[in-house]
């Protein structure tokens, strides 16, 4: 496991932007797929997008357009850009790594709070 932490979130008006990132304590070359889940209350978490180490990704269907992953291996990070947010995006988003050749969450970082509201 990489420890992972999240930084990004915030306050942020309707149809506003917002960029996260997902930084590692040391490489991330090797992880096969890192990404996005975000949790409302009460809720499970939800997939966001994911990416894998060649850039292959996926996205919560609903989602695609407005969101998009990306990642960048030499600095360790991986990044979800949200675009035309809405105050149905609120949520806690969690960013994880997969010790498999998957796409399942193994481990995750802290949480980062995203609120979308006027």
């Known amino acids: 496991q990489v420890p992972l932490v999240e930084s990004g979130g915030g306050l942020v008006q309707p149809g506003g932007s917002l960029r996260l990132s997902c930084a590692a304590s040391?490489?991330?070359?090797?992880?096969?797929?890192m990404g996005w889940y975000r949790q409302f209350p009460g809720k499970q978490r939800e997939l966001v997008a994911a990416?894998?180490?060649?850039?292959?990704?996926k996205h919560e269907a609903s989602l695609k357009g407005r969101f998009t992953i990306s990642r960048d291996n030499a600095k360790n990070t991986v990044y979800l850009q949200m675009d035309s947010l809405k105050p149905e995006d609120t949520a806690v988003y969690y960013c994880?790594?997969?010790?498999?050749?998957?796409?399942?969450?193994?481990?995750w970082g802290q949480g980062t709070q995203v609120t979308v509201s006027s």
């Open positions: 994880f790594g997969s010790s498999g050749n998957n796409w399942i969450p193994t481990y």
């Open positions: 040391r490489s991330i070359f090797n992880i096969y797929a």
């Open positions: 990416i894998t180490s060649d850039h292959a990704t």
